[in-house]
């Protein structure tokens, strides 16, 4: 999305944390309900969970979803639809890996990993998705081009900010 490394960095850590923050609280709800105590662990747990999602994302998703978009993107005539492709790849890639995190810090998988593997995942892609597609990555990207504006080209193609 951005333009330097800093420019990604911040992207990431932006669309990240609101992920983060809306399916995380969506977890917590989901499987202890709306309690003070679901509170307070969600409030303790955002920290260390946003951590491995930027990690995760950087070391993990990126890597596998950039080469997929970049060979699929060209098939795609309508340039709205391209954002939604990367949209798609980075929360499927996102929610296999944060569905596992999440279970393995919760310990819900005492001998059930898979059957509760495969319900997180089809749970948070439920949620992941519409969200992701039609709130958080509009949103985070307005954002974004608010902070760092794309430089505008003049007619003898010179960029002036």
């Known amino acids: 999305m951005g333009r330097t490394r800093k420019q990604n960095l911040i992207f990431t850590i932006m ?9 995380s609280l969506y977890n917590a709800v989901l499987n202890d ?19 491995v999602a930027i990690l995760w994302e950087m070391l993990i998703v990126v890597r596998i979803a ?14 709205k639809r391209k ?6 790849l980075m929360v499927v890639g ?9 279970l393995m810090v919760n310990e819900h998988a005492e001998g059930q990993f898979a059957s509760l593997y495969a ?3 089809v749970r948070n892609l439920i949620v992941a998705l519409p969200i992701q597609i ?9 954002l974004f081009h608010m902070m760092f504006p794309l430089p505008v080209r003049t007619e003898t193609n010179q960029e002036t900010v």
């Open 134 to 142: 039609f709130v958080v990555s509009p949103l985070i990207r307005k």
């Open 119 to 121: 319900l997180g995942i």
């Open 15 to 23: 669309m990240c944390c609101s992920m983060v923050l809306i399916m």
């Open 83 to 88: 954002p939604w492709l990367m949209s798609v």
């Open 33 to 51: 309900g709306l309690t003070d105590t679901m509170l307070h662990a969600y409030w303790t747990g955002f920290i260390p969970t946003l951590c």
């Open 66 to 79: 950039k080469p997929l978009f970049f060979k699929y993107a060209p098939r795609i005539t309508s340039p």
């Open 94 to 102: 996102m929610v296999l890996g944060m569905t596992a995190y999440g």
